[in-house]
């Protein structure tokens, strides 16, 4: 007699298996709260009118004719572009030295790099106004040393900013740069030398152009810090250097005017990102032009 083996009918239970996309759910609902929520109150905030609260693009049209506003909105602009090309031009040798030394000096220079950011902005500020004040350091070394008779005028300037951001942001320039150096093949440089490139011909036509994503992170990320930044700018700048940040304070604080400072964000916002659209697709374009080559 023949057997066959009892097989259930009942069809096999199946597992709840989760979403791919359920561990991204905390975060986004995160930024949607803390980002997108406020934003979009701050957008639909820019379009009412500052004294009756009604639907309009007067502030828009006050701010497209105002030239205290656009001649700070220039001055964000120069000033947080000046302060990317500085971060990057000096934060670049250092990152190499970090990412191909092998001496026991790397680590008290990477130590003396990421230094400015265990203390606060405000105190590195107030340090640079105590350094570059008409009666600070600098200038009583200068009167000292019998090189100028006059103290030179280096507070409450252009130039007073750009040196107090460029030492707050110089170590994100650095750790930017030195991640992307640390990806590229130390053996490249090697076997270039070996037939015969020198050391400069090296960094010119084969670190610098691979190194070309974190030269653009760097500069992307110093000009983002640099137009938002409000501390510096106040502190170095003075009463007369105005730029977007400070003057959306002066607006939310002096004034009690949300809609114009809103409008001043929006417009901030959209510099931000328009260069970190640019910024990307000028990246894009630069490393597949090396890849062609």
């Not at 019998?146 to 040196?163: C, E, R, Y």
């Not at 750790?175 to 130390?186: R, V």
Request: proline share 5%; with cysteine.
């Amino acid at each position: 007699m023949t057997t066959f083996p009892i097989t259930s009918a009942a069809p096999a239970r199946r597992r709840s298996v989760p979403s791919g996309y359920f561990p991204l759910l905390p975060p986004l609902a995160i930024l949607l709260l803390v980002f997108a929520l406020p934003m979009g109150l701050m957008i639909g905030l820019s379009f009412q009118d500052s004294r009756t609260g009604a639907p309009g693009l007067g502030s828009y049209a006050r701010l497209a004719s105002d030239d205290l506003a656009l001649a700070g909105l220039w001055r964000t602009l120069v000033m947080s572009a000046t302060v990317a090309v500085c971060v990057t031009v000096m934060a670049y040798p250092i990152a190499y030295f970090l990412a191909r030394s092998t001496s026991r000096w790397r680590a008290v220079v990477f130590g003396l790099a990421i230094a400015p950011e265990l203390a606060g902005v405000v105190l590195r500020t107030y340090g640079w106004l105590i350094i570059l004040e008409d009666q600070g350091f600098i200038n009583n070394l200068l009167l000292w040393a019998g090189i100028i008779q006059t103290p030179l005028h280096m507070s409450n300037s252009m130039f007073a900013v750009v040196v107090g951001l460029t030492h707050v942001l110089l170590p994100f320039g650095i750790l930017s740069l030195l991640t992307n150096i640390q990806g590229i093949d130390a053996n490249l440089e090697k076997a270039a030398q070996v037939l015969g490139a020198s050391r400069l011909s090296v960094l010119r036509r084969i670190v610098l152009p691979l190194s070309v994503p974190g030269i653009v992170s760097s500069m992307l990320i110093a000009f983002t810090l640099a137009a938002s930044a409000y501390a510096t700018p106040a502190l170095l700048g003075g009463i007369k250097f105005g730029v977007l940040a400070t003057m959306i304070y002066h607006q939310v604080m002096v004034y009690i005017n949300w809609p114009y400072a809103a409008v001043m964000a929006n417009v901030l916002l959209i510099i931000v990102m328009a260069m970190a659209f640019f910024g990307s697709r000028i990246e894009t374009r630069l490393v597949n032009r090396l890849h062609v080559r």
